[in-house]
């Protein structure tokens, strides 16, 4: 895979998690979802949340190295 690969699967994981940290809260706070489905409700919004912490986070870090690398070798060559 490319470098230019790696980055964009990187910034659309980073949007999963986004969305998905996003969903969970919006669940967490709807009076309506928890209401009809109570402790399990609160489950299925931390598991939202969870997931997209999972998903944002590393891919970040991961992400920041790479580009770290990138201008690295681009400084080398200039």
Do not use: W
């Not at 939202?48 to 770290?68: D, E, H, N, Q, R």
């Amino acid at each position: 895979m490319t470098e230019q690969k790696i980055i964009t699967v990187l910034k659309v994981f980073i949007v999963l998690g986004i969305c998905l940290i996003a969903t969970g809260h919006y669940l967490l706070v709807s009076d309506l979802f928890g209401e009809q489905n109570s402790i399990h409700g609160i489950i299925i919004s931390a598991a939202f949340i969870a997931i997209g912490v999972l998903f944002s986070l590393p891919t970040k870090i991961y992400l920041t190295i790479v580009l770290m690398n990138i201008e690295a070798v681009r400084d080398k060559h200039v």
